[in-house]
């Protein structure tokens, strides 16, 4: 099978006053019909200039992006324009015509068809009935929340009867509660008109809720892809790791080889010293054993604790128990 | 002092004065419209970025608007007698304010396309819309409140220019308060005539601000 969108070696580079800035470096992807692809990276890693490649909203520099069999680059301006109308396109902040009411929103893009008016009207307010507003087709945006002002836009995309839909940030304004009700509709399109979804987020919540596959964008590069499933079960990069944990690394096995010996009088045992060194570190530690014993009449808890591989951070670690009050001591070959 | 002849004189005066603001702003955005227009989209983040096009328009408002109004007036003078066939008058006058107008006109106009938000511009682009159609469906619709609170302020200006050009051969209040106030200094008259001039630039004032309201549609 054909996919719908093939990007392939892709290259986008920005002119700026400080030099080049790399937003894409070789990205290639395949994107299949019926897809909800989800494409994710922290701010600035360039998923949002990658999805502009997309619909040539932004030219790349050197690669091709084929849409809809079509290579996007070889096209006229007018057959672009054309080519766009099979992809439609919503936004982080809706990108409404302000000064035109809901129902005149949905229709411009008929309009740009160059549809009748009246045909163009009822068409609206049936695709205001899909995203569940048409109540509201005499309303102004500036009197919609922001979860109708992007339904607004959906209603608007629909018009233009795409095969592709792009979303930018689509539901980073958003509050969760109304986040989860457009992604659900997003599935409905997905489902019922059969259109291809491609999600740019930073949150790996969206892309969990509605996505099938996924690919992660870090500092323009591409640099792992698949299905959610598959990604979620063995991520291999780190950059997916930090994703899916979101700002932790989990460590799976702690692989260093240095323990230390702890030993809590009673007037320590009130800080948690262990729990605010793992936050201050943002490292865990491994607690090899624990126990408390009766010295003379007074309780003494001690504890070992393997310290992370890194030499400098386990030097750190010291220094903040020994800073903690503690009786440290370093273990040799505990483990 | 105030007899049928002035009272008579200074009725004729405000209707030249409306004549010499209303039809050199009107002239102004036939010419200034568009220049505006241009110098927004062919911008380097505009719709279609033209370097050439757009220096050579931003060299042209420049000179033109760097010209205090009263010394282009009289550098026009020539160009005004070929046109209007004499330089002095209320039909004259059109000539010099229009030119002064336009430019002027044309900055205004790019500062209220400019405002208009880039992503409901990209929105439009990722529809399939072409240059004609996000101009006149996205640009100027939706920074219509914009373009009329400016033109308000245009108004206001030419008006201004209007009463400026009395000490060099135009009618008008302007021209009134000139020559009794300055050469004859009845100064009762001239404080008349700028009396009315303050109620003019109210009235345009309260005309502009009422419409913008009326066709701004982002209120909740």
Redesign the interface.
Known sequence: MEPIIRIEHLDKTFQSKEGEVHALNDVSLDIFKGDIYGIIGMSGAGKSTLVRCLNFLERPTAGNVTVNAQELASLSERELREARKDIGMIFQHFNLLMQRSVIDNVCFPMEIAGLKKREAREKAMEYLKVVGLEEKARAYPAQLSGGQKQRVAIARVLASDPKILLCDEATSALDPQTTKSILQLLRQINRDYGITIVVITHEMAVVQEICSHVAIIDHGNLVEHGTVEEIFRAPKSREARRLIYQGYERVTEMKGKRCVRIVFSENSSFEPVIGNMVLAFKTPVNILYANTRDLDGVAKGEMVLQLPEDEILGDKMIAYLTGAKLAVEELKDYV | MFDEKVIQMIIEGIGETLYMTLLPTFLGYVIGMPLGILLTVTDKDGIRPNAAVYKVLDFISNIFRSIPFLILLILLIPLTRLIVGRSYGSNAMVVPLTIAAAPYIGRMVESSLKEV?H??I?????????TW?IVF??LL??A??SLIVNATIVTATILGYSAMAGTVGANGLGAIAVRYGYNRYQADIMIVTVVLLVVLVQILQGIGMMLSRK??????
Do not use: L, N, P, Y
Request: glycine share 8%.
């Open positions: 938000d992503g409901v990209e929105a439009a682009q990722s529809m399939g819309a072409s159609t469906k996205v619709t939706e219509r409140t066709f701004d549609r982002r209120r909740t």
